[in-house]
C-alpha cells in the first residue's frame, strides 16, 4: 500500500470562503491584540487578581499542547514501534505539531505581562517550578520539531531553489546547505525523534503539576496528586483521535480520499488507551472519595459528569465497535468526542475547579480573550493550509506507480 | 505488536505513576526545601485591638511610594461597608467583622502577604523571581519576573496582585515587609504606625510564646487558636482572633505546605535526571529492537 502512497504538495485554489472566513477571524484577533500590547492585560480580558490565568492559558496553552500530542504519539507508533504503515499520517501529525506548539508559545506570549522577558526562563532557572520545566521542555521540544520538519524542507528544495533577480547568486548556497543537511539528518534523526517522545511525556505530565500547587483552591474532584499521571495519560489518549480529526477534516476541505485502512487502524489502538485513562480517572475519585461531590448538582458535577461521559466512555465504547471504526463518519464523530473531552479536562482543570478564596465573581472570558483565542486557531488552520500547498506533506496516491482502473471502479462507495 | 506499542506506554507511564505513588512519604522530605533562620522575624496581629483606624494603610502606601493621600482621610468608615483585598494600589488593608459577643465592638483585621515558611509563590515562580529571606520576608524581583502570574495561582491567601492596566513593565504587588526598612533595624512602617499596639513585631518563635501567653491569660478573649503558627507550614505573621478565623474570611487550610506535593512530584519526576535518561534509553531500545525484526522479516 505504501508504494502507491506519496507526500506531494497539494495543487487546488487556494482561497476558499472557509479561508476568507479564517482570515477575517485572525483579522479580528488583532485588533484585540493591538489593544493588549498598548494598553495592558486589564482592557482586554476579564483577568483579575483573584483569576491570574484564563483561557489564553487554558485554551491556548494547556488544551494547545495536549491537542499537539498526535506528533509524538505518531512518532512513537511509526519510528519506535515501527509501523512503517502509519508514516502517511507521520507528516500531517508532525506539522500539527509543530503549528501548535508555535501557537502554544504565542499565547504564553501574548499573556506574559512582561512578554519581553520570555527568554529569561533560559537563565535564570527555578528547578523547584513545574511552569519553568514546561517552559524549557517546550522550548526545547519546539526546536526539535522544527528540527524533524526539516528534512520536508530538504525534501522539497533540493534542486529546486529558484530564487529571482538579486538572490538568484544564492541559490547554489543554499542548495549545497540543504543537502548538507539532509545528509546529517538523515543520520542522526532517530536522536531527535527518542528525544522528541520523551520531552512530550514530561511536559504534557508537568502541565497537569502545574495545578496540584493550587492546593485547596481547586476542586477536589480535578485536585489529586496523580493529576500529572492524568494528563500524560489523556495526552496519549487524544494522540491518535487529533489525527483522525484533523485529516478526516483536511481530506474535506481539499476534497481528498482519507486513508481509510490507516485511521482505522489508528482507531482501532485508541479503545484500550482511552480506558487505561478512563480507570486511573474512576480510580482517582474511587480512592480519594471525590465521588461524593457528584451526588449534588453543580456546575463542577455537571462539568465533571460531562468530560468524563460524553468525553470518555461514549467514545471508548464507540472505538471498541468496528462498524464505528470502518466508518468515516462514525470515526469522525468518536474522534470528535475524544478531542473535545480532553479540550473540557483542561478547560476544567485550569479554570472551572479553580476556586480562589475571596472571588467576588466568577471568571468568564472576555470578547476579546475568545476573539484572540479564535483568531489563534483560525491561524493556524491557515499556516497548516499553506503548508500543505507548499511542502511534501499530504500522501497523495502515486499516479505513476497506481493501476488506473483501481479507484475508478469503487467509485461512490467506499 | 499493538501489544508492545501499549507495553511501552505503559511503562513511560509506570515511571511516573511510581513517582506520584511514593508521594504521601515524599511529601515531608520537600517541606525542608527552604532553610529557615531560628531568628527569622514575624508580626503578631492581635484583631482583638485594633481598632480600624486603617493608619497602617496609610503608612504602608508612603513607605512603598503609592499614592496615599492624607491620613485624615482614613478616618471615613464608610469602605468597611464592603470587603476588600489588597491589590496593585494597596499592599495591605482593614476590613470590618461583626462581633458575635459585642455588637457595639466589631472587630477589624488587617491583611496582608503572610510571608509564608514555605511559600508557594517562591516555589512556583518560572524564574526564581521570589525569595524567602533569612528574616522572614518574601519579596519580589523585578528585573526578574516575566509577568506569568503563576504566583499568584500557587498563593493559598490569594495575596500577590498584578497591575493588569499597564502595558509595559506591569509589577507583581504584596506586602515585602518593609525588606528595606527592617534590614536597616527599623520597624515595618504598618507596625510603627499602629496607636494600639495591634502589631508586635519580633522574632516569630517568641512571638509564638507571647500569643500563646495572651490566649492562656485570657481565655475568654480569644478562641484558642494562632493563626500561622501551623497553617501551611506555618507563616511569618500570626495572629490572634475573638472568634473563629473562618469569620474573617480566612481560607481553611492545612498544615502542608503550599508547594509540598508539587515539589516531590517534581523533584520525582527529574530526580538527578535518571527517569527522563531512563525513559530515553527504553525507547531507544525499543526502537532498535523493532528496527532489526522488520529488518529480518524482511529477508
Known sequence: MEHLMKPAPIKARFITPGVIVLIVLAVNALVFLTIRFLFGLGTVTNLDNQFPWGIWIAI????????????????ALAHIIHKEEYEAVIRPALLTAMLGYTFVAFGVFIDLGRYYFIWHPIFMWNGS??????????????????????????????????????????????????????????????????AGVVLSSLHQSSLGTLMVIAGPKMHPLWQTPV?????????????????????????????????????????????????????????????????????????VSIMFLIEIVIGVIIPLRMFFSEKVVNSQLWLFVAASLVVFGVFLNRVNTFLVAYNPPHAMKTYFPSVGEISVTLGCIALLVLLYRACVFIFPIISLPDTKLLPKTKYTVSGGKS | MIDQNR?????????????????????????????????????????????????????????????????????????????????????????EYQNPKNSLVPADVKFQCMHCD????????????????????????????????????????????????????????????????????????????????????????DLIEIAKERIRRKPDRYVNHIFGEKEV???????????????????????????????????????????????????????????????????
Open chain 2, 118 to 205: 514555605q511559600p508557594g509563590c517562591v516555589s512556583a515562580c518560572i524564574v526564581a523571581a521570589i525569595t524567602k529571606h533569612e528574616n522572614g520576608a518574601v519579596t519580589w524581583d523585578g528585573d526578574k519576573c516575566i509577568g506569568c502570574r503563576y504566583c499568584m495561582v500557587a498563593c493559598p491567601f490569594q495575596i500577590p496582585a498584578f497591575e493588569y492596566n499597564k502595558a509595559i513593565q506591569p509589577e507583581i504587588m504584596k506586602c515585602d515587609f518593609c525588606f528595606e526598612r527592617i534590614s536597616e533595624g527599623k520597624l515595618p512602617a504598618c507596625v510603627e504606625i499602629c496607636p494600639t499596639e495591634t502589631l508586635t513585631y519580633g522574632k516569630r518563635k
Open chain 1, 129 to 194: 517550578s513545574p511552569l519553568f520545566e514546561v517552559g524549557i521542555c517546550v522550548m526545547i521540544y519546539a526546536t526539535v520539531l522544527y528540527v524533524e520538519f526539516l528534512p520536508i524542507v530538504t525534501e522539497r528544495f533540493i534542486g529546486n531553489v529558484r530564487l529571482k533577480g538579486l538572490f538568484s547568486k544564492l541559490n547554489g548556497v543554499i542548495d549545497s546547505i540543504l543537502r548538507f543537511l539532509d545528509r546529517g539528518l538523515n543520520k542522526t534523526m532517530f536522536i531527535f525523534i527518542i
Open chain 1, 60 to 75: 491556548d496553552v494547556a488544551t494547545g499542547v495536549a491537542l499537539a500530542a498526535g506528533g509524538f504519539t505518531s512518532a
Open chain 2, 233 to 299: 507550614g506555618g507563616t511569618s505573621w500570626l495572629y490572634l482572633a475573638g472568634q473563629e478565623f473562618s469569620n474573617f474570611d480566612f481560607p481553611k487550610l492545612g498544615e502542608d505546605t503550599a508547594p509540598g506535593v508539587s515539589e516531590s512530584i517534581q523533584h520525582g519526576i527529574f530526580a538527578y535526571f535518571i527517569p527522563p535518561i531512563a525513559l530515553y534509553a527504553l525507547l531507544g531500545g525499543v526502537m532498535w529492537i523493532n528496527k532489526n525484526k522488520n529488518k529480518s522479516e524482511r529477508e
Open chain 1, 227 to 299: 493529576l500529572p499521571l492524568l494528563f500524560l495519560m489523556s495526552a496519549i489518549a487524544v494522540g491518535f483521535p487529533m489525527i483522525i480529526f484533523e485529516s478526516t477534516l483536511a481530506s474535506r476541505s481539499l476534497k481528498l480520499k482519507p486513508e481509510m485502512k490507516i485511521l482505522s487502524g489508528l482507531g482501532r489502538m485508541i479503545g484500550p488507551m482511552l480506558g487505561i485513562y478512563l480507570a486511573f480517572k474512576l480510580g482517582d475519585i474511587a480512592i480519594r472519595g471525590t465521588y461524593i461531590y457528584l451526588t449534588e448538582v453543580s456546575t
Open chain 2, 7 to 95: 507495553r511501552s506506554f505503559l511503562k513511560s507511564l509506570g515511571l511516573i505513576g511510581i513517582t506520584a505513588a511514593g508521594l504521601p512519604s515524599a511529601s515531608v522530605k520537600a517541606q525542608s526545601q527552604i532553610k529557615l533562620s531560628e531568628d527569622r522575624m514575624g508580626v503578631l496581629v492581635d484583631t482583638t485591638v485594633c481598632i480600624g483606624c486603617r493608619n497602617c494603610e496609610w503608612a504602608c502606601k508612603k513607605a512603598h511610594g503609592l499614592e496615599a493621600g492624607v491620613v485624615n482621610d482614613y478616618e471615613d468608615r464608610s469602605v468597611f461597608k464592603s470587603k476588600r483585598r489588597p491589590d496593585h494600589s494597596a499592599l495591605t488593608i482593614v476590613n
